[in-house]
């Protein structure tokens, strides 16, 4: 395995930020770490990335224990903490084959390697501007260039593309994808859509505890057997109305005259039966099991 937790536990004095956690992450997954705000997940990483020690258990990356065998664990780590701490006044260039160096790369590599991450993080053009003159998603790079710049195993991302704009988002989840294709990625984020287009697994952890460990297919799939039901009409509708469809939980108006029903089972036949019955035009009807969103909500509420 390239990460392996067993029973890991991190107490703040009477707090505990993860209690008794455990899991493993094979070569070339890219794991989604998902949770509130508070539950944990950062803390974990900063375990896995050597940054604080556990209270409790064990981690392993690459078979080292990252307690100790501190050094070797690191070295396998590429690690990018959700502030992304940069030396803003360093120019790209200069801070990369600063970073080769404190990872030990050789001086007669350490040019190699830093153009080899100014191609691979799309910052060539960007490479004699000052850290601090980038935009945020060209910051990101930097900080993804300085992760990977010693070739890790292992890519530990905390909230990369928090603050990014719609383009940038994209660029990044693009670069990320790639990389999970040769390395092993453990990704913290609160976008499901980031989630669901990236991630093979997803782990979702909650007051410190993990409540959820399967595919985001799966935990659709298993969490509730709930069928949302989105139907829009041409003509002004009471929702009222809908509830008297034979298997609706509960409906709502969500604009116009766009609604969304709840349901235990199929039942789109009733739905267009009802449209008959009431001289009713349908304009689109359509139904999905409940998304990921929903799952988080549903395994996080307090």
Same mark, same amino acid.
Do not use: W
């Given at each position: 395995?390239?990460?392996?937790?067993?029973?890991l536990?991190?107490?703040?004095?009477? #707090?505990?930020?993860?209690?008794?956690?455990?899991?493993?992450?094979?070569?070339?997954?890219?794991?989604?770490?998902? %949770?509130?705000?508070?539950?944990g997940?950062?803390?974990?990483?900063? @375990?896995?990335? %050597?940054?604080?020690?556990?209270?409790?258990?064990?981690?392993?990356?690459?078979?080292?224990?990252?307690?100790?065998?501190?050094?070797?664990?690191?070295?396998?780590?590429?690690?990018?903490?959700?502030?992304?701490?940069?030396?803003?006044?360093?120019?790209?260039?200069e801070f990369?084959?600063?970073?080769?160096?404190?990872?030990?790369?050789?001086?007669?590599?350490?040019?190699?390697?830093?153009?080899?991450?100014?191609?691979?993080?799309?910052?060539?053009?960007?490479m004699?501007?000052?850290?601090?003159?980038?935009?945020?998603?060209?910051?990101?790079?930097?900080g993804l260039?300085?992760?990977?710049?010693?070739?890790?195993?292992?890519?530990?991302?905390?909230?990369?593309?928090?603050?990014?704009?719609?383009?940038?988002?994209?660029?990044?989840?693009?670069?990320?994808?790639?990389?999970?294709?040769?390395?092993?990625?453990?990704?913290?984020?609160?976008?499901?859509?980031?989630? #669901? !287009?990236?991630?093979?697994?997803?782990?979702?952890?909650?007051?410190?505890?993990?409540? !959820?460990?399967?595919? !985001?297919?799966?935990? #659709?799939?298993?969490t509730?057997?709930?069928?949302?039901?989105?139907?829009?009409?041409?003509?002004s509708?009471?929702?009222?109305?809908?509830?008297? @469809?034979? %298997?609706?939980?509960?409906?709502?108006?969500?604009?116009?005259?766009?609604?969304?029903?709840?349901?235990? !089972?199929?039942?789109?036949?009733?739905?267009?039966?009802?449209?008959?019955?009431?001289?009713?035009?349908?304009?689109?009807?359509?139904?999905?099991?409940?998304?990921?969103?929903?799952?988080?909500?549903?395994?996080?509420?307090?």
């Amino acid at each position: 395995m390239s990460v392996k937790v067993q029973g890991l536990t991190k107490m703040y004095g009477e #707090q505990k930020a993860i209690d008794n956690i455990s899991f493993e992450v094979k070569p070339g997954e890219v794991l989604g770490f998902l %949770g509130p705000n508070g539950a944990g997940k950062s803390t974990t990483m900063k @375990i896995l990335s %050597g940054f604080i020690p556990q209270t409790t258990g064990k981690a392993f990356v690459c078979d080292f224990d990252v307690e100790k065998n501190s050094l070797k664990a690191r070295s396998k780590v590429g690690y990018l903490p959700e502030n992304n701490p940069l030396y803003t006044d360093m120019y790209v260039k200069e801070f990369l084959l600063f970073v080769a160096g404190l990872n030990g790369i050789k001086h007669k590599h350490r040019k190699s390697r830093m153009e080899e991450m100014l191609e691979v993080t799309g910052l060539k053009s960007e490479m004699n501007k000052k850290i601090g003159a980038l935009s945020k998603g060209y910051r990101q790079r930097v900080g993804l260039a300085q992760a990977l710049i010693h070739d890790p195993e292992v890519l530990i991302l905390d909230e990369p593309t928090s603050g990014l704009d719609p383009n940038q988002l994209v660029e990044i989840r693009n670069l990320i994808r790639e990389l999970g294709k040769e390395k092993t990625v453990i990704l913290s984020t609160h976008i499901m859509q980031e989630v #669901q !287009a990236l991630c093979h697994r997803v782990i979702i952890i909650n007051k410190g505890k993990i409540v !959820a460990n399967d595919t !985001a297919e799966n935990l #659709q799939r298993t969490t509730s057997n709930e069928i949302i039901v989105k139907v829009s009409f041409k003509e002004s509708v009471n929702e009222k109305l809908l509830m008297q @469809i034979e %298997g609706v939980k509960n409906a709502r108006n969500v604009g116009a005259n766009n609604f969304e029903m709840n349901s235990d !089972a199929d039942i789109q036949e009733k739905v267009f039966r009802f449209a008959v019955e009431n001289k009713l035009t349908i304009l689109s009807l359509q139904q999905e099991k409940q998304n990921l969103e929903e799952v988080f909500r549903q395994l996080t509420k307090s």
